[in-house]
């Protein structure tokens, strides 16, 4: 069946360096996935929509230049935290809208 | 409806009760709403969904009732079992946005006590 995969499940990563978060659908395309960041106990917050072959499109307060999204096929979106910050470990979620969305098991980061 | 959650609310119930975890969204045009459940360190789970032009609709022991008047959304699990203590979120589709975004609640952590 349909599944939405995610790699890494979690990293640490010392401040400053970059890393990219792969979110991949199984079974079927996506042309369109979400990037979601989960802060611990609250609610997920939209980041940005992730088109295969066009730009992102990201909400308002992120950073773009921050985090850098490609979706190069239509089965891979990834997500690129350039330069992080202790303040960028969070919990981070990929879904893509296959009937009521399907999500990743979510990638945690951990900056140190 | 793109609410930001600060607080998890918390709901504990007996192994067998019934359990109702309840959503206010403030958006009148969302059509689409969805409950999910997150376990610790996974990924949200498609648990029941409900479209608009629904009241209720009911799943495997859920059931989700819809008030648009009041702009209300209820879970309802039928005899709560251990398993289902987890993190419930409702989110809704507010097609206003253009790109079908869906937009998720505070969420409510339902411990269900042996």
């Known amino acids: 069946g349909a599944v939405v995969s995610q790699h890494p499940s979690w990293v640490i990563c010392k401040s400053g360096t970059s890393v990219k978060i792969e979110c991949r659908s199984l079974?079927?395309?996506?042309?369109?996935m979400f990037w979601y960041r989960q802060f611990p106990k609250q609610s997920l917050m939209l980041m940005a929509t992730?088109?295969?072959?066009?730009?992102?499109?990201?909400e308002q307060g992120v950073e773009k230049d921050k985090f850098l999204i490609n979706h190069a096929s239509l089965t891979l979106s990834t997500l690129t935290v350039t330069s992080a910050h202790p303040e960028d470990s969070s919990f981070y979620i990929c879904?893509?809208?296959?009937?009521?969305?399907?999500f990743g098991p979510g990638t945690r980061l951990t900056v140190l | 409806g793109e609410s930001v959650g600060l607080h998890l609310p918390t709901l504990s119930v007996q192994e067998g009760d019934n359990s109702i975890i309840n959503c206010a969204y403030s958006n009148s045009a969302s059509d689409y709403f969805i409950w999910y459940k997150q376990e610790s360190g996974k990924g949200p789970q498609f648990i029941i969904d409900i479209r608009s032009n629904m009241d209720k609709r009911q799943g495997q022991r859920v059931t989700v009732l819809l008030n648009k008047t009041v702009k209300h959304l209820s879970l309802q699990i039928a005899a709560t079992q251990p398993g289902d203590s987890a993190v419930y979120f409702c989110a809704e589709n507010v097609p206003q946005t253009g790109a079908n975004n869906l937009f998720f609640g505070t969420g409510t952590r339902l411990t269900v006590i042996p």
């Open positions: 079974d079927f395309q996506a042309t369109t």
């Open positions: 879904s893509a809208r296959v009937i009521g969305s399907l």
């Open positions: 992730s088109n295969e072959g066009s730009k992102a499109t990201y």
